[in-house]
T-cell receptor, first 114, second 114 residues
């Protein structure tokens, strides 16, 4: 199946640093979602975006729906050890034949050095 | 809050056994999904269901079947487990409400087939 291009694949940063990751697609999307998965757990929804250009924050997390509708960005400010995990982007394509399924990125694995 | 529960967190089965993974959601969601997650491969959709007794194949349905007899419950069945089905299995649900594509996940079942 189709996948989103998510980068970077992994990051190892110092506590307090800011983090940026992104997802791109060759198709136009009408929804972008960002999830976090803690080790051994299921993914948890962090932020949902529905409009091109939309910028939404959730605490230290900020996500944006790209103007072209083909990309999205997630930023984490002032990282802390509990930010460790895998971050996934997911999207819903415009005019998808079946609008129940999401298209997923492969994830960005984040490690934070205290 | 949406609650998705899975019958087991860890499961060990022998090759050739029939395996049932159960998922229950309490938010009256129409859609339910089964994914498997393997390192480096992200989340891959096995099957999904948009109504009772309705099912559709995802990207990797081979070796699996599903059952949805009640709206809140979605079962994944491995008819004859094989070692290449050792994986983390994640169940998710979502609502059919307009623009609500967010999927909510259970904690996952880590299945080992020996």
């Amino acid at each position: 199946g189709q996948q989103l291009n998510q980068s970077p694949q992994s990051m190892f940063i110092q506590e307090g640093e800011d983090v940026s990751m992104n997802c791109t697609s060759s198709s136009i999307f009408n929804t972008w979602l960002w999830y976090k998965q803690d080790p051994g757990e299921g993914p948890v929804l962090l932020i949902a975006l529905y409009k091109a250009g939309e910028l939404t924050s959730n605490g230290r997390l900020t996500a944006q729906f790209g103007i072209t509708r083909k990309d999205s960005f997630l930023n984490i400010s002032a990282s802390i050890p509990s930010d460790v995990g895998i971050y996934f982007c997911a999207g819903q394509r415009l005019r998808a034949g079946n609008n129940r399924k999401l298209i997923w990125g492969l994830g960005t694995s984040l490690a934070v050095n205290p | 809050d949406v609650k998705v529960t899975q019958s087991s967190r860890y499961l060990v089965k022998r090759t050739g056994e029939k395996v049932f993974l159960e998922c229950v959601q309490d938010m009256d969601h129409e859609n339910m999904f089964w994914y498997r997650q393997d390192p480096g491969l992200g989340l891959r959709l096995i099957y999904f269901s948009y109504d009772v007794k309705m099912k559709e194949k995802g990207d990797i349905p081979e070796g699996y079947s599903v059952s949805r007899e009640k709206k809140e419950r979605f079962s994944l069945i491995l008819e004859s487990a094989s070692t290449n089905q050792t994986s983390m299995y994640l169940c998710a649900s979502s609502s059919l409400l307009a623009a609500h594509y967010e999927q909510y996940f259970g904690p996952g079942t880590r299945l080992t087939v020996t």
